[in-house]
């Protein structure tokens, strides 16, 4: 005997059918017979509970349809990726030729260093890690010139200026917020600077009266120049897109051109337009990455196996250079306006409306790619986020539009499901 009181057992039996532990439905059953008792309506109970498990229930991590247009969407995981794998070891930190202790960047890192052309790379658990670690490891007690232009906040509090104070390093802050020439950085230069720092302002655009230095241009100075990128858009030229570089790609900066223009170490995200898990990467010259990869950060800021093989599958769809049609957000963003259309109308409920995808994740700001939606009347969002899976859409005008683009093809289904209840 427990010594609880038999009704609050029932109770949480009743439940048992939504598939929750029996621990967790005990505690639902007890808060509820509470409440109702608080109520004093005698037979709320079983509703309260059920009230509850929904709740927790979606709670939980798990799969949901992005019909919001925003194919990078930071609230919805960013790049969609697949992880299909059995329990079991893998080779993380051993050599199977030597069959002696290796390391976890001979794998993914290796790859996205011969896409981008670099030297050397490292993986680390995201964007922002990899930019504290590049500072950190090259920087610190030292001083690293960076345009006020580029002064930026990307996002969650994440602020440029902030994460130059705790890598260490001082902030010089060079220009004005508009223009930034080659000389100011020229006149900033010292025996204690230890690099440029050029922030790609992926979130914001300043239009007009403005200027700013090229990469190439700061590359002739004697200094390292570390080029935060952001989104990890790996090459300029696409070559894994059978058509080239969309138009909305346009201005976006690539990693490779961005070594090659003279930058000595770059930053990214290895789940913006990279289209991989959550992790972040530093590229550039062998003998800076390795500082970084013997900098005592380094194991605190490392990645786990998983996202190590599934950035080695992303890796690898660069090098076959069939990113374009194996990586989802690549799939997705170049999926043909002819298909969305013909889709939604497939789906054979609501208007069929012409509307606007995003890339979303800070990058590509304001850059609108040409879409095809459903639209419902009024706003059903509430009811389509309790639907299995839960379907994110967004309100437009009175209307709720799901945006066709990134919507995967095989959630058509379930989509059209969640729109008919
Ligand atoms: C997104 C972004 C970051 C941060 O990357 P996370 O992976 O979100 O930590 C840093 N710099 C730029 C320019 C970005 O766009």
């Known amino acids: 005997m427990t010594g609880r009181p038999p009704s609050v057992d029932h109770l949480a039996n009743q439940l048992a059918g939504s598939g929750l532990p029996h621990r967790l439905l005990v505690g639902v059953a007890r808060s509820a017979i509470a409440g109702a008792k608080a109520s004093g309506e005698p037979y709320s ?3 309260r509970a059920r009230v509850e498990v929904a709740a927790i229930r979606r709670r939980l991590l798990q799969p949901v349809i992005n019909a919001t247009g925003v194919l990078l969407h930071t609230n919805l995981g960013r790049a969609p990726v697949s992880v299909v794998r059995d329990a079991g070891y893998t080779n ?4 199977l030729s030597s069959g002696v202790r290796g390391s976890r960047f001979a794998h993914a890192a290796e790859l996205i260093a011969m896409v981008t052309g670099a ?3 490292i993986v680390v658990n995201n964007g922002a890690a990899a930019i504290l670690l590049a500072l950190t490891a090259l920087a610190a007690g030292r001083e690293v010139i960076v345009s006020r232009g580029e002064l930026i906040e990307i996002g969650g509090g994440f602020r440029i200026p902030e994460i130059l104070t705790s890598s260490g390093a001082n902030m010089v802050e060079v220009g004005t917020t508009n223009r930034t020439r080659l000389d100011d950085y020229t006149k900033a230069l010292t ?3 230890a690099l440029i720092l050029k922030v790609h302002t992926s979130n914001y655009q300043i239009i007009g009266f403005a200027e700013t230095t090229r990469i190439g241009d700061l590359a002739q100075l004697d200094v390292p120049v570390v080029a935060d990128l952001g989104s990890g858009l790996l090459d300029a030229g696409c070559p ?3 058509g080239g570089p969309p138009t909305w790609l346009r201005d976006e900066p690539a990693v490779r051109q961005t070594i090659l223009a003279g930058a000595s170490v770059v930053t990214f995200s290895g789940d913006k337009l990279l289209g991989g898990p959550q992790a972040g990467v530093v590229v550039g010259r062998a003998d800076l990455i390795e500082r970084c990869r013997s900098h005592p950060l380094a194991r605190a800021l490392r990645p786990g196996g998983l996202i190590l093989e599934i950035l080695q599958d992303v890796a690898l769809a660069y090098l076959r250079r069939d990113a374009g049609q ?7 963003a170049t999926a043909p306006l002819a298909d969305l259309q013909c889709r939604a109308e497939n789906v054979g409920i609501g208007e069929v409306v012409e509307c606007f995808s995003t890339m979303g994740g800070g990058t590509l700001p304001g850059v609108p790619i040409p879409s095809a939606g459903i639209a419902m009347k009024g706003d059903i969002t509430e009811a389509l986020r309790a639907a299995s899976p839960p379907v994110v859409a967004r309100v437009s005008e009175g209307r709720t539009i799901c945006d066709m683009r990134t919507v995967l093809p095989e959630q058509d289904l379930q989509l059209a499901n969640a729109l008919v209840q």
């Open 92 to 95: 993380l930190e051993f050599d």
């Open 326 to 332: 194996t990586l989802p957000v690549w799939r997705m």
């Open 240 to 242: 894994w897109l059978d």
């Open 45 to 47: 109970a079983l509703d």
């Open 119 to 121: 030297e050397a790379a």
């Open 191 to 193: 025996e204690r600077t």
